[in-house]
């Protein structure tokens, strides 16, 4: 459930600044906001959610956006939403602390409080990946309860996605791995994903802006992603200052190679496929084969073993084979011509 927050500002000197008062640095966050949603063609009239933690990243983004609006630079209807993992002790009082900074800055709050561990048991999850589903849905309730205009900003900077790169690289991914996190997908935008984690905390402490710390977050021994972030990352920065830059040019190399080979393989597809299923009697070359299985089973995209095994029963000599794909798919393999059912009975 969302749940409409009613929580009193700070206490003394903890009160956050209102966005007609806040110090000139945090005029930076405002310019980053403002640069990275230009780029991402978010409307300056658009609804938008922002996903706010209380970490820096996220107030970052708070401030930054609320001095926009607050300057007359945009005219977004903002709304803060914070969803509580409830995974640590003190989490409740970190939204009770966000919630304080969104009535600080006028803006409505939305919280939810999710069992993530529950949620990890029972899909199988990571604690991190159940975390993320829990959030995204949680985000995507709040943004369709507002409209269809409305879109999700989450506060994803530079630094998050060199580390999900370095983490694919580490699990043996694709190029499809190697893209990291989208600058945009559906509703949501990610306008920070271009800044530099270390710049925006520092306008924020230039500006006497607060902002909570996880602790978990800097622990190796929590998640893979934290050793990365803690131990990977630095120790590649003392062989090259500027890997996070190389590591962002790698991202956008391999998303434009991956759209072009996405792109070849939608056209085989469709010059393939007929009624009678897809011709696979002169098989393309596996590369673009495997987008183009991918493309016909649709989302979520099969695993790569399942892939892997419907084209080796499609370019094998015998037929009247079926090979599963997930979610209900079926692929069968008949005189060199591949069927993909909804559902295999």
Known sequence: MVEQGTHKPLAGGSNPPSATSLPDPAKQLAIAVARGTDALGVPADAPLVLAVSGGPD?????????????????SWSLSVAHL???????????????????????????????????LARREGRSLEDAGRQARYRFLEEVAAGIG???????????????????????RGSGMRGLRGIPARRGRVV???????????????????????????????????????????????????????EALLRLSANATADDDLLDALAAAELARRRSADGIDWREPPDRAIGRRAMRLAAGEPAPSAERIEALLDAAEGPRGGLTVELGGGRAATVRERRIAISAAHE
């Open 84 to 118: 509580d993992h409830g995974l640590r002790e003190g989490s409740e009082a970190d939204a009770a602390r966000v919630a304080d900074t969104a009535a600080a800055l006028g803006l409505p709050f939305r919280r939810a409080r999710a069992d993530v561990a529950g």
């Open 190 to 244: 990610r306008p920070l994903l271009r800044e530099r984690r270390a710049d925006l905390r520092a306008a924020l402490d230039r500006a006497e802006i607060a902002y909570l710390l996880d602790p978990t977050n800097d622990d190796p021994s929590h998640a893979e992603r934290n050793r990365i972030r803690v131990e990977v990352l630095p120790a590649l920065e003392r062989i090259n200052p500027r890997v996070v």
């Open 58 to 74: 996220s107030t970052a983004l708070l401030h930054g956006a609320a001095r926009l609006v607050a300057d007359g630079d945009r």
């Open 148 to 170: 269809t205009r409305a879109l999700i900003a989450t506060a994803h900077t530079a630094d998050d996605l060199a580390e999900t790169v370095l983490l694919r690289v580490v």
